[in-house]
């Protein structure tokens, strides 16, 4: 797409005045309700369907097609990344009223960051064309870490703070509680951060690696800075009622990594495919509407076989309960008295 800088201004300003009115409808802090969650997921789902007509009434078919692609993609990484969200809210106890407010900063950084990412991706994929074997190869390990990342139930895993925030903790010190929504307080006449403040750092530098594999994801579907963009701050926008939403169903998605795993590697052998096209060697490839659709199916069959397992581990743990209580004697009379029985 010829996108001129007038329209990317629009852009960028109609994404800002969302963002202010996410921020303006969850500023009291409050437990957000199931009712709520869903609302507003549906609206900022709703929002990314008609920008992407936007863009197929203006730009036709195959732009339309890649933000379609890559917003699905991402926002498929993104509930991926809800498991780490839930860990580092267990991690630092924030209560449950105080979550939403931890979860819009985070996606704020997170917006930031990823425009970074962006900016950098498009000035080297318009400077060195090789760089499409880098992306495709990393995409390729990260499908196979996810594999093995699944086996080993990563997701049951403590989170564990990385370095860069233990050294900011220790330089600034951390209050021992919550103090509301406040991120420094004054504590024994020193300067020192809340836990707040600490949980939005770690989510916000967490965001740095997911953006590692999400970028050259999406740069595998299109090359449009642009779409990009769009298709990654559409992702972002309502990830935080997504959280609310899906939360007690992450733990049902016990195929996810793998499906991703897949995703992801089909898109590195795409950018791959590319990169050999680029370089004058005549390889087949992959068109958007494939991947699209491609993409979805993946999902389905993810979710699908994801909730079959669940229930059927629901099953059988029931089952197990009533053999468990019998071999215990509970409910067959042998807790008895021996008197009584005689």
Request: hydrophobic share 55%; net charge negative; charged share 15%.
């Amino acid at each position: 797409m010829n996108v001129s800088l007038t329209t990317w201004l629009l852009t960028v300003v109609a994404l800002c005045v969302l963002v202010a009115v996410d921020f303006f409808i969850g500023r009291k802090p409050h437990d957000v309700s199931i009712k709520e969650a869903g609302i507003w997921s549906a609206v900022w789902i709703a929002l990314a369907i008609a920008f992407g007509l936007g863009v197929l009434a203006v730009g036709g078919g195959k732009p339309a097609g890649e933000f379609f692609a890559g917003f699905i993609t991402e926002k498929s990484l993104s509930v991926d990344n809800l498991f780490v969200f839930v860990l580092i809210m267990a991690k630092f106890a924030v209560p449950s009223q105080y979550q939403q407010r931890v979860l819009m900063v985070g996606v704020l950084m997170a917006l930031v960051l990823r425009a970074i990412f962006i900016a950098a991706g498009a000035a080297i994929i318009s400077s060195f064309s090789w760089v499409f074997y880098i992306f495709g190869a990393f995409l390729i390990y990260t499908a196979w870490k996810l594999v093995e990342d699944a086996r080993k139930g990563s997701h049951e895993e403590e989170y564990e703070e990385n370095k860069l925030l233990k050294a900011v903790e220790k330089r600034f010190g951390v209050a021992d509680r919550y103090h509301g929504t406040k991120l420094w307080i004054e504590e024994n006449g020193k300067r020192v951060m809340t836990p707040m403040l600490v949980v939005m750092l770690a989510i916000g530098s967490t965001d740095v690696l997911f953006a590692l594999d999400s970028i050259p994801a999406i740069y595998g579907l299109t090359q449009d800075p642009y779409i990009v963009f769009t298709a990654n701050a559409f992702a972002l926008m309502g990830l935080r009622q997504l959280y609310f939403l899906i939360g007690g169903l992450l733990k049902r998605l016990v195929h996810l990594s793998y499906g991703l795993s897949i995703i992801l590697g089909f898109i590195g052998v795409k950018l791959i495919l590319h990169a050999l096209h680029e370089s004058g060697v005549h390889v087949p490839e992959i068109s958007i509407p494939f991947s699209l659709g491609f993409i979805v199916l993946v999902l389905a069959v993810t979710t699908v076989t994801s909730l079959w397992a669940a229930k059927r581990q629901q099953e059988a743990e029931a089952a197990a309960t009533p053999e468990a209580d019998a071999a215990n004697g509970e409910g067959t009379g042998d807790d008895e008295p021996t008197s009584q029985r005689v």
